[in-house]
C-alpha cells in the first residue's frame, strides 16, 4: 500500500480513472421551537409530506424508465414510508405531546428510527436506515423551504464520491457521467453498491474517511477489484492502472460476447455448461452468466437454519420457481445430501465416529422415506413446470439406486391416485462420487439415465483424505493418476450404453482441469455462475480431439505433477496458436 | 376479530419487497391488521413497523384482522408470508 492508496470493500468490480466529484451531504440545522400551534405545525408536516410525494412520484417514475424496476423500486418504498399511518402518528404525537415544531418531532423520530434499524441483526436490514435518513430528508427540505438538488449538474466523467449515497442522491445525478463510485460508509448490500453493481460501473465502499482526503478536481482511481482508491495517483501507477484496466474491459467485453453463445469446441463437439445453485435465489446469477442448465442444485440449502423440516408445499414452490426461471433448459435437483459436514439439529442425527462414512444423503433418506418421500413428490410436482431431472447423492450400490427409484415410483403413485399432474417420464441420474460406484459404473449405466460425477468426495474417498484436514492437503489431488483413470471409467461406462455424463464438483471450474476432462469426453459441466463464462471461452479454444490425446497421454503418466506439466505444456500451445 | 398463527415461508425474510406487498394488500381492506411477533405489535399497515420486526424465514408470527373483510384479508396476507402466491 502506497500513502495515496486506501483500502475499502470492493462493491462493483472494474477499474475507473477519473475526476473525483464530492457530493456534499446535505445538513440541516434542525431547532426546537416551542411557542407553536401544534395545529398548524401538522398542517406544515403534512404539506411538506404532500410535496414529497409528488416529487418521489416523479423521480419512481423516470427511475423506472431510465434503470428499471429494481432502482425504482427503492423509491416506492420511500412512498410507502411516506403513506405509513404510525410513522405520521408518531411525528403527530410528539408535536402534541411536546409542543414542538415539525422538524424538531421530524428530526427525532427519524433519529429513534434509525437507532433501531442499524441495530438489526441482517446487514441488508441495518443498510436501510439510510432509505429512512433519505425520506426524511427530503421531508425536511420542503419543511425548511430548502429545495432539493443543490449540487451543480455533471459535464463530463466523474467519479462520485460521498459520504453515503443515498437513492436520492443517485436520482439526481445524471448518470451517464457516472464512471465509479467511492463512498465512506457501507458494505457490499449498501445502495451505492447496488446501484454501482446494476450500472456495471466499479465501486469501492467503506473507506472511513474518502470524503475528506478529496476536494472537486482530484484525480482518482477506482479499483472495483481490490476494493482500493488511489488518489492523485503518480505517472506509474496511472499507467499501472490504465493497463488494468484495458485488461479488464477487453475480457469482459470477450466475455460479455459469450452470454448467449453455446459451448461448443473448436473442432465442433458440443457440450453444456450448466451452473449450481443452492437457492432459487442463485437463479439470477446463472442466468446472467449463460448458464445452459442447473447441473446442480443443492435441495439441502431448503432444510438449512430452520427449526423444522420444510413440507412439500415450500419445497415445490422452491422447485417450482427454478424450473420456470430456466424456461425449459434442464434443471437437475439433487436429493437432500446431509450428513457427513452438514448437519440438521431437527432430524437429531447420532454423533458418529466417522460421519464421512456414515448415515448421510441417499443412506440417510432410504431409511426416513416419508421424509424422502415428501421431497420426492414435490420434485415430481415441479417437474410440469419445466425440464426436470432427478439426481440421488452418494449412491455406493445398485441395490440403493433401486430402492429409492421404488420410493419414487410409490410418489408417482400416490400423485396419480390424488389427480396430481406430474411428468411421468422424468429422467433420474446417480451423482458418482464414491469409487465403488466409479468401478461399478456400467452396472448403474444400464439402469440410470444419467451419470454426474461429484468430485469433492471422489477425491476424498478415492485418496482416502480429507479435504478440511490442512496437514494432509497435499493428498487432496484432483490430477491423480488414480482419480483421471475413475473418471475416464464413468465416463466410458456411460457412453457405451448411451447415456451421458456430467460433472458438478469444484473440479468442473479448475482451467487446468478443464482440458483433460473436455478430452475424456465429459458431456456437461456444472460449476458456480462466475465461473461459466472463463471456462466457455476456454472450452471454445479447445480441440476435442487434441484433448483426447491429451487425456490418453495424461492418463499413462505417473504423479499428479507430470499430469500438471503436460496440461501447462498442451494448453500452453493451444493458446498460442489461437493468438 | 380472526386470530391465525402463521410460519414464514418466504425464503429471504419479510426485506422490503414482501413488506411492501404486505401493505399494499393490506390496504385493500377496511378492516384492522395486526402482526405479533414475540411481543411487539404491529399495525400490518406500516411498513416501518413490518420492516423494523425483521421477520426470517421459518419464524412463526400472529396475524389479527378485525372489521367486515377480515377473512379475507386474513386469508391474502396468510398466502403472501407463506410464499404461497406467485
Known amino acids: 500500500m502506497q500513502a495515496n492508496e486506501v483500502q475499502g470493500i470492493a462493491a462493483s468490480p472494474g477499474i475507473a480513472i477519473a475526476k473525483a466529484y464530492v457530493m456534499q451531504e446535505k445538513t440541516f440545522e434542525v431547532t426546537r421551537k416551542q411557542d407553536i400551534s401544534a395545529e398548524q405545525e401538522m398542517m406544515r408536516l403534512r404539506e411538506a409530506i404532500q410535496q414529497s410525494r409528488a416529487e418521489l412520484e416523479q423521480i419512481f417514475h423516470n427511475a423506472l424508465e431510465e434503470f428499471g424496476e429494481d432502482q425504482a423500486g427503492i423509491f416506492e418504498g420511500h412512498l410507502f414510508v411516506l403513506q405509513d399511518p404510525e410513522w405520521l402518528r408518531s411525528i403527530e404525537e410528539k408535536i402534541a405531546e411536546e409542543s414542538v415544531n415539525a422538524e424538531f418531532a421530524l428530526d427525532q423520530v427519524t433519529k429513534e428510527l434509525i437507532q433501531l434499524f442499524r441495530s438489526m441483526k441482517n446487514a441488508y436490514m441495518r443498510e436501510r436506515s439510510i432509505d429512512i435518513q433519505d425520506v426524511s430528508r427530503r421531508v425536511m427540505g420542503h419543511l425548511l423551504g430548502a429545495s432539493g438538488q443543490v449540487d451543480s449538474p455533471l459535464e463530463e466523467p466523474v467519479i462520485v464520491i460521498a459520504h453515503d449515497l443515498t437513492p436520492s442522491d443517485t436520482a439526481g445525478l445524471d448518470v451517464k457521467y457516472v464512471v465509479g463510485i467511492a463512498a465512506d460508509i457501507g458494505g457490499r448490500t449498501s445502495h451505492s453498491a447496488i446501484m454501482a453493481r446494476s450500472m456495471g460501473i466499479p465501486a469501492v465502499v467503506g473507506l472511513q474517511n474518502i470524503t475528506g482526503r478529496i476536494n472537486g478536481q482530484t484525480m482518482v482511481i477506482i479499483d472495483g477489484m481490490d476494493g482500493k482508491v488511489i488518489v492523485n495517483p503518480s505517472p506509474e501507477q496511472l499507467a499501472y492502472y490504465e493497463e488494468k484496466r484495458d485488461i479488464y474491459r477487453d475480457k469482459q467485453e470477450g466475455l460479455t460476447k459469450l452470454i448467449n453463445e453455446p459451448t461448443i469446441m473448436a473442432d465442433g463437439r458440443r457440450v453444456e455448461l450448466a451452473a449450481n445453485i443452492g437457492t432459487p435465489d442463485d437463479l439470477e446469477g446463472a442466468i446472467r452468466n449463460g448458464a445452459e442448465g442447473i447441473g446442480l442444485f443443492r435441495s439441502e440449502f431448503l432444510y438449512m437454519n430452520r427449526e423444522s423440516m420444510p413440507d412439500e408445499e415450500e419445497q415445490f414452490q422452491a422447485y417450482r420457481k427454478v424450473a420456470e426461471g430456466m424456461d425449459g433448459k434442464p434443471v437437475i435437483i439433487r436429493t437432500l445430501d446431509i450428513g457427513g459436514d452438514k448437519e440438521l439439529p431437527y432430524l437429531q442425527l447420532p454423533k458418529e465416529q466417522n460421519p464421512f462414512l456414515g448415515y448421510r444423503a441417499i443412506r440417510l433418506c432410504l431409511d426416513r422415506q416419508e421424509m424422502f418421500k415428501t421431497q420426492l413428490r414435490a420434485i415430481l410436482r415441479a417437474s410440469r413446470y419445466g425440464l426436470v431431472k432427478i439426481m440421488y447423492p452418494m449412491i455406493a450400490a445398485l441395490e440403493e439406486f433401486r430402492q429409492a427409484n421404488q420410493i419414487l415410483a410409490e410418489a408417482k403413485e400416490e400423485l396419480s391416485r390424488e389427480n396430481i399432474a406430474f411428468h411421468p417420464d422424468i429422467e433420474v441420474g446417480i451423482m458418482i462420487e464414491i469409487p465403488a460406484a466409479a468401478l461399478a459404473a456400467d452396472a448403474l449405466a444400464k439402469e440410470a439415465d444419467f451419470f454426474s460425477i461429484g468430485t469433492n468426495d471422489l477425491i476424498q474417498y478415492t485418496m482416502a483424505c480429507d479435504r478440511m484436514n490442512e496437514r494432509i492437503s497435499y493428498l487432496y489431488q484432483p490430477f491423480h493418476p488414480a482419480v483421471l483413470r475413475l473418471i475416464r471409467m464413468v465416463i466410458d461406462a456411460a457412453h457405451r450404453k448411451g447415456k451421458w455424463v456430467g460433472m458438478c464438483g469444484e473440479m468442473a471450474a479448475d482451467k487446468m482441469a478443464v482440458p483433460i476432462l473436455m478430452g475424456l469426453g465429459l458431456d456437461e459441466i456444472s460449476m458456480g455462475a462466475s465461473s461459466i463464462l472463463p471456462a466457455r471461452q476456454l472450452i471454445r479454444q479447445l480441440n476435442y480431439g487434441q484433448m483426447k490425446e491429451l487425456a490418453d497421454k495424461a492418463l499413462e503418466l505417473e504423479s499428479s505433477e507430470q499430469i500438471r506439466q503436460l496440461i501447462q505444456e498442451k494448453v500452453a500451445v493451444i493458446r498460442r496458436t489461437d493468438g | ?86
Not at chain 2, 52 to 69: F, H, K, P
Open chain 2, 1 to 86: 376479530m380472526v386470530e391465525k398463527k402463521i410460519v414464514v415461508g418466504l425464503e429471504q425474510g419479510v426485506h422490503i419487497r414482501p413488506a411492501k406487498q404486505f401493505v399494499k394488500i393490506a390496504a385493500d381492506y377496511e378492516c384492522e391488521i395486526f402482526i405479533h411477533k414475540d411481543d411487539n405489535r404491529i399495525n400490518g399497515k406500516s411498513i416501518l413497523g413490518i420492516m423494523s420486526l425483521a421477520i426470517d424465514t421459518g419464524e412463526e408470527v400472529t396475524l389479527i384482522a378485525d372489521g367486515a373483510d377480515e377473512q379475507e384479508a386474513i386469508a391474502s396476507l396468510e398466502n403472501l408470508l407463506t410464499g404461497r402466491e406467485g
